[in-house]
């Protein structure tokens, strides 16, 4: 006679023979409780703390993959400073011997440092020194000192060796670093959902697409591969799904790519009606960008990039760009389980492009319990004086102007990046600085991010050109610019080869116009809002400023796609003492200015050359292109005595 207890035995009977693991794959499930990272706190003005990086087993659901992690964790600890802490980091790299590395290449597996990222902060040493470089088997200590006017807000830790950093952050060396808000400079309603005296209402997010084996052509596996990594995922065994596990991980049905949050796979939120919780979150991502949703609930914008906006407004969607952070107060009104998700919609992608933007569930959240009331924020802390508004700054008060040019996937400024001291640009510390930001491409956008200052968003200017056409394969680095009628500029970039570029192009012009567009779609920053991650749209021309002040050194930029970054797509600018900055011998690209295609063209002050290099195709003579050319042929058919 069969029992209850033996009925029950026989249905698990199938569950247990099909558990899964890393020799019999399946679809993750999620819908654990959510979590945050470990939190270490400063205390009286000091934080002392040691990183290790090293091997680990890391296990997502059942899947165990060997990763370069901090102190065995997935993700890193969270950090709680305050302004003006002292912060001490030892870096402790215990991995081992690595291959050679080739410089804009993926290089180096093992050798790493640590960037406060979004920091207002030295970017010299024993401080924010993203060319530092800790090798195998060494120790380094940071002595990282907070500015005592540091804007309190959300910011992560990663590590920043270039040529490796993609690897590396892709592998889960990143970590949430929050600054604490002063209490008293809160609003009752904002320091109810806010650290020091309401932890408990807070919801840190490390959104990392960690699980990163599909949608390439860069994927996590791709780069271990080219990077020289032994710690591959195993391609060896054949799994009960007939194929090994990489290859089940890679297949674009049945494999894998997904963001985490806090290392964790679709984790459940849980609140109760009305109640209000501060969401920090952090796209920690690679190579791709979030459009966050959350159908039901309300989202109240607090912050970006750890900046407080002028005054808090309600938006139906969350743009985090790759490297970006926003600060939320969500709240969801009845009782149900709401998506927390990221989704592009064409409205959006007038705003973007082609540019890459995940799309899948996030997290979920699980409204249960008796109803709260809470009102919503609707004031934010005072600025600090760095981040004073801008926008009406007599030109008169302009300490310098820059053009700052997005060209292929790996050029900044027509030029891919060669070293630490090659400064395309020199600015005095202390003054302001006008710089327009352009990218070249016709449909791919890119989140520039900026070393130790934030941009404030002053303008969404007319594109004007220049466009850039590739000549050979895709990433190159072989090209031509164009202007905006489709005909070849006078101004390219060193070692151009006019032999292998064409008279005239068509200009596909389908995302031009961010001037004209509505200025509420996810690609575009409020005019006046600060950010140190600002996606620079396909054809697009932004006019910001910034606040030099505090800090010397260098001030690096770099696409935020991290794989851009690795191989080329960063370069240096300088802060010196008041009064001793110099032009630069390395502004040009051969004497061709950025942001620039005719001979005439303005520079730095390309915005005045719009009339000259844009409007209604028409034919015109290039007989400067068709004199080169003939010149090219005549050397190659004569002889000179």
């Known amino acids: 006679m069969m029992t209850a207890t033996s009925l029950v035995g026989l249905l698990c009977l199938p569950l247990l023979a099909t558990a899964c693991d890393n020799t019999s794959p399946c679809n993750f499930t999620g819908g654990d409780d959510y979590v945050t990272p470990i939190e270490v706190s400063s205390s009286d003005g000091f934080l002392d703390y040691t990183l290790t990086v090293d091997i680990s087993d890391v296990t997502i659901e059942w899947l165990v993959t060997q990763r370069r992690t901090y102190n065995g964790g997935f993700p890193g600890p969270t950090f709680r400073l305050k302004a003006g802490d002292n ?83 892709g ?11 002063e209490p008293s400079s809160m609003s009752a309603e904002l320091a109810a959902i806010s650290c020091p005296d309401n932890c408990g209402k807070e919801v840190p997010m490390l959104l990392g697409d960690f699980v990163f084996y599909t949608r390439g052509p860069t994927t996590f596996a791709d780069v271990q591969a080219d990077i020289g990594d032994p710690f591959l995922v195993d391609d060896t065994t054949i799994t009960t799904a007939g194929v090994t596990l990489l290859q089940w ?25 009305g109640e209000i919780r501060r969401f920090r979150m952090v796209n920690a991502g690679p190579k791709e960008m979030l459009i966050i949703k959350i159908a039901g609930c309300e989202m109240k914008i607090l912050a970006y990039d750890g900046a407080y906006v002028d005054t808090p407004y309600f938006q139906d969607f969350i743009f ?37 933007v995940w799309e899948g569930i996030v997290a979920k959240i699980h409204v249960i319990g008796n109803a709260v009331q809470m009102d919503f924020p609707s004031s934010t802390p005072t600025n600090p004086p760095y981040h004073g508004d801008m926008r009406n700054v007599p030109d008169s008060e302009i300490g310098g102007r820059y053009v700052v040019e997005i060209g292929s996937n790996i050029f900044l400024n027509r030029e891919k990046w060669t070293d630490g001291t090659y400064y395309r640009y020199n600015f005095n510390v202390d003054t302001i600085q006008e710089w327009v930001l352009t990218n070249t491409n016709v449909d791919e956008g890119h989140p520039l991010h900026m070393h130790v200052a934030h941009f404030q968003v002053i303008s969404y200017n007319a594109y004007n050109g220049p466009v850039i056409e590739e000549l050979g394969e ?48 996810a690609g575009y920053a409020r005019i006046g809002e600060f950010r140190d991650v600002l996606l620079i749209p396909p054809l697009a021309s932004i006019t910001v400023r910034f606040n030099a002040t505090d800090y010397v050194g260098p001030y690096i930029l770099h696409c935020h796609f991290l794989d851009h970054e690795d191989t080329g797509m960063m370069m240096v600018t300088r802060a010196t003492p008041l009064g001793e900055a110099t032009a630069s011998q390395y502004e040009s690209s051969g004497g061709h200015n950025p942001g620039t295609c005719r001979s005439t063209d303005r520079y730095p002050d390309i915005l005045d050359n719009l009339s000259t290099n844009s409007g209604t195709k028409t034919s015109v003579f290039n007989g400067w292109l068709e004199i080169l050319l003939l010149l090219t042929v005549t050397s190659s058919n004569c002889r000179f005595p």
């Open 249 to 273: 991980l890679t297949d674009e049905v049945t494999g894998l790519s997904q963001y985490l949050v806090n290392g964790q796979y679709q984790p459940v939120v849980t609140m109760q009606p």
């Open 474 to 521: 895709e990433d190159s680095g072989v090209f031509a610019f164009y202007d905006m009628n489709g005909n070849i500029c006078e101004q390219q970039y060193k070692d151009f080869n006019s032999s292998l570029a064409v008279n005239s192009i068509t200009v596909d012009k389908a995302f031009h116009g961010h001037d004209k567009n509505d200025r509420n779609l």
């Open 171 to 181: 592998s889960g060396l990143a970590g949430l670093l929050i600054v604490e808000d």
């Open 320 to 356: 985090l760009p790759a490297g970006g952070r926003a600060d939320a107060a969500v709240r969801c009104g009845r009782h149900g389980t709401y998506i927390l998700r990221s989704e592009l919609t064409s409205l959006h992608q007038q705003s973007i492009g082609d540019t890459d």
């Open 87 to 169: 912060f001490n980091l030892t870096l402790v790299n215990n991995l081992g011997p690595q291959p050679p590395g080739v410089k804009n290449e993926f290089r180096d597996p093992n050798t790493t440092n640590v960037h406060t990222h979004g920091l207002h902060i030295s970017p010299v040493e024993p401080q924010d020194y993203v060319l530092l470089e800790v090798g195998p088997g060494e120790t380094y200590k940071y002595q990282f000192e907070l500015n005592p006017n540091q804007q309190a807000g959300t910011f992560w830790y990663h590590a920043h060796h270039h040529g490796s950093t993609f690897f590396h952050v």
